[in-house]
């Protein structure tokens, strides 16, 4: 593992001088991760001592943070269960290499936004065939889940015109009527999503009869979840497909460190729902039962 900035921040306090900012890989603006990460980067900020600071960092989100922990280029990062199970193993999206991280705590679940303009001829994935979509970043969670899903439909992704946007920019040109559909991997409400609502009516698109099942059949680490219809003025709810997410570091971060991270966050948890909406659908004791091994500063913790 890389040296990293933490590792010089300790250096630096030894010294007497200001200990070196934590870097919290998150997303792309307009999704959930990058409030996340502010809201977490606060509280650390504020409860975990003068040795340790925090700052949100923008990435291309899930996909890419396990190879920026891999890299040394942030210490602390979001991703998903799905993906930590593949980071570890060295499957998937990491066939270059194993990363050795460890779980540090359960966040929210991030669900899939299939978004059109409500008056759109696309009511299937299967509409989407030639139609313009924005698919959210390059190395973001969503192409993960396009990647899986449409094959499924038999159908691959240069079956639509792709645009490898931010979630903010994708819904901004759906509402611009630049592209089709808009598809953003996030908790919700969604800060893009609820941006493109103020000025248009939407709808999710759905899952054709059985399609739904089959994905969630197909692998276990997803799941189905309903999105009330006032949480984007649609006018009708959404079933979508959605997978728990996780805050992980490299097992090579100081122990003690990742225990004042977690003790800071899950020792305020009632600030930190009242900073962050989904905060409020974190369930700690989701952290005994995550995909991958407890960081040992976070079992320090969590199994207390």
């Known amino acids: 593992m890389k040296k990293t900035a933490f590792a010089a921040g300790l250096l630096l306090a030894a010294t007497g001088a200001e200990a070196e900012e934590l870097r919290i890989g998150t997303a792309s603006l307009g999704g959930a991760f990058y409030p996340m990460g502010q809201s977490i980067a606060n509280l650390v900020n504020k409860y975990a001592g003068d040795d340790i600071s925090m700052v949100p960092v923008v990435t291309g989100g899930s996909v890419q943070n396990p190879r920026l922990l891999d890299a040394g280029e942030v210490e602390i990062a979001i991703t998903n269960n799905n993906l930590a199970v593949l980071a570890i193993n060295g499957k998937g999206p990491y066939k270059s290499g194993a990363i050795d991280v460890g779980a540090v705590?359960?966040?929210?679940?991030?669900?899939?936004?299939?978004?059109?303009?409500?008056?759109?001829d696309i009511k299937t994935i299967e509409d989407l065939k030639g139609k313009r979509v924005a698919v959210g970043p390059a190395g973001g969670g969503t192409l993960g889940f396009l990647n899986f899903l449409l094959p499924l439909h038999d159908m691959e992704l240069e079956d639509m015109t792709p645009s490898f946007l931010s979630y903010s920019d994708g819904f901004s040109q759906l509402s611009d009527g630049?592209?089709?559909?808009?598809?953003?991997?996030?908790?919700?409400?969604?800060?893009?999503?609820?941006?493109?609502?103020?000025?248009?009516?939407?709808?999710?698109?759905?899952?054709?009869?059985?399609?739904?099942?089959?994905?969630l059949a197909k692998n276990g680490a997803y799941k189905s979840v309903e999105i009330p219809a006032d949480v984007y003025g649609t006018a009708e709810p959404g079933t979508v497909i959605g997978v728990n997410n996780m805050l992980i570091a490299p097992n090579s971060l100081s122990a003690d460190v990742v225990e004042k991270i977690v003790a800071s966050?899950?020792?305020?948890?009632?600030?930190?729902?009242?900073?962050?909406?989904?905060?409020?659908?974190?369930?700690?004791?989701?952290?005994l039962s995550l995909a991958i091994p407890l960081h040992e500063g976070a079992a320090r913790y969590f199994e207390k």
């Open 265 to 287: 966050v899950f020792n305020h948890l009632d600030e930190f729902q009242a900073e962050n909406a989904n905060a409020k659908q974190i369930d700690p004791a989701a952290s």
């Open 105 to 120: 705590a359960a966040l929210h679940p991030s669900v899939l936004h299939m978004i059109v303009l409500e008056g759109s």
């Open 178 to 215: 630049n592209v089709d559909a808009a598809f953003a991997l996030s908790g919700y409400p969604a800060g893009a999503v609820m941006q493109a609502s103020a000025g248009n009516k939407l709808r999710f698109i759905s899952f054709s009869d059985g399609m739904l099942e089959k994905a």
